[in-house]
Every structure is written in C-alpha cells, then in structure tokens.
C-alpha cells in the first residue's frame, strides 16, 4: 500500500506503521521470516495428511524448535485447508 492510500489515522499511527513495515523488512531479508513461514508449512502439510498422528506430529515440531504458537498456528492451518478441501466452512 503507498503512503498516499494508505488510510490516514494520525501521525503516531503512520510513524508505528513505517517502523514496524522496516522492522519486517529486515526480518524478510534476513530470512527469518521465510525459514519460519516454511517450517509452519512443512509442518501444516504433516498435521494436514492423515497417515501422521496429530500429537505425534505436534511433538515433532516443537522437536525441530518451533515456538509452540507456530505449531498451533500450523494445526490450525492444516485443519482450515481440510475443512475448505472437503466443502466444510
């Protein structure tokens, strides 16, 4: 979003928004952002095929260090993309 669309809700707003937009672009460019974005998929894939056992599945990831709200954050994934792949809403 350019800075002029972006919705005007007052100096103190725009300067926490540029910070925190800078902040996550440095963390994009690190890579932090994409190795973890990448682990909660791996692990969403695990939780989302049925052959793996969830609790079994939730162990492993927090094995691999994956804080435990990304492990929730990858079940819930997993169990979003079930209920819309077989119509469940």
Known sequence: MSRSTRPTRGPRWARDLDAATEILGQAVRSGTV???ADA???????FGD???DPAETYDAAEAWGLPVGAVDAAAHI????????????
Not at 40 to 46: F, H, N, R, V
Not at 78 to 89: C, I, K, M, Y
């Open 34 to 36: 994409a190795a973890r």
């Open 50 to 52: 049925s052959v793996f």
């Open 78 to 89: 997993a169990v979003t993309l079930r209920q819309v792949e077989s119509g469940r809403e």
């Open 40 to 46: 909660i998929d791996q692990a969403a894939e695990l």
